[in-house]
């Protein structure tokens, strides 16, 4: 039809960071930073990333507990990740941190230190979660088990995509309709998106680029449904509850 579409590739917390000047049409976001955005996009119904029983992790190179590390210093891949909201209201304190670009974190935690500040642990996000076992590491908590533990099974909603509100509804539609399309396709023509996806898994080989894909791009990328909204919404109005979050939040999906 008449639209075309440009694939930038950038990482989350830059992107979260571009969407508070809304240059971007259409663009994936973490959901901790829409509680920021929510007058300027809306959510796409599609496009979401949610980790079922699963999600970001906390890893380090000693076994400690989780209340060990409320002193310490974690590195984190951003404070408008959701990952960072949901490790804020796991530990239910303040704690100190400091941000690392997400694919540099698992090496900061190995060396302990960044910059001559000492680290004591990381927050993962990515394909680390499959390999930091093997580098050493170990897991101090799984934030979307925690999650899942604490909501009598909701996912967490980690990341998604919104759309520009001045787009005007018949585009919001049009498009969240393609993208929707897209990703069904992506579903149905598995062997081929993979290939086209390793090129952008840091080292991943295809068995675990397969589960990593699937760990994130799964029928909930399709659409929310009743339980990604429901878990949308508790996560917002927790971290509202909890002071961590300033204000409500509205929750506005797109149609399909």
């Known amino acids: 039809g008449k639209y075309q579409f440009s694939h930038e590739l950038v990482d989350i917390e830059t992107l979260n960071r571009r969407a508070f000047e809304a240059d971007l049409e259409l663009t ?37 507990s989780l209340a060990e590390l409320n002193d310490a210093t974690i590195a984190i891949p951003g404070t408008l990740t959701t990952a960072y909201l949901a490790l804020r209201m796991c530990m239910g304190v303040d704690f100190k941190y400091v941000v690392v670009p997400f694919d540099e974190i698992l090496n900061v935690v190995e060396a302990g230190s960044i910059d001559g500040e000492e680290v004591h642990a990381g927050l993962i996000i990515h394909e680390g979660q499959l390999t930091y076992a093997e580098e050493g590491l170990r897991k101090i908590v799984d934030l979307g088990h925690w999650w899942a533990e604490r909501t009598d099974g909701l996912p967490l909603p980690l990341g998604g995509n919104v759309i520009r509100r001045d787009l005007g509804t018949p585009t919001i539609l049009k498009v969240s309709r393609m993208l929707r399309e897209s990703i069904a396709y992506g579903l149905e023509h598995r062997a081929e998106a993979l290939e086209y996806a390793e090129q952008f898994g840091r080292g991943l080989d295809r068995d675990r680029t397969d589960k990593f894909v699937g760990m994130y791009v799964n029928q909930l990328t399709l659409d929310y449904g009743d339980r990604g909204r429901s878990a949308v919404i508790r996560m917002f109005d927790e971290a ?14 797109t149609s399909l």
């Open 240 to 253: 509202h509850n909890m002071g961590i979050i300033s204000h409500p939040v509205t929750i506005d999906f």
């Open 28 to 64: 994936a976001l973490s959901l901790h930073a829409y509680a920021h955005l929510a007058d300027k996009y809306a959510i796409c119904a599609c496009g979401a990333s949610m980790g079922d029983k699963y999600g970001p992790m906390v890893v380090a190179r000693d076994e400690v």
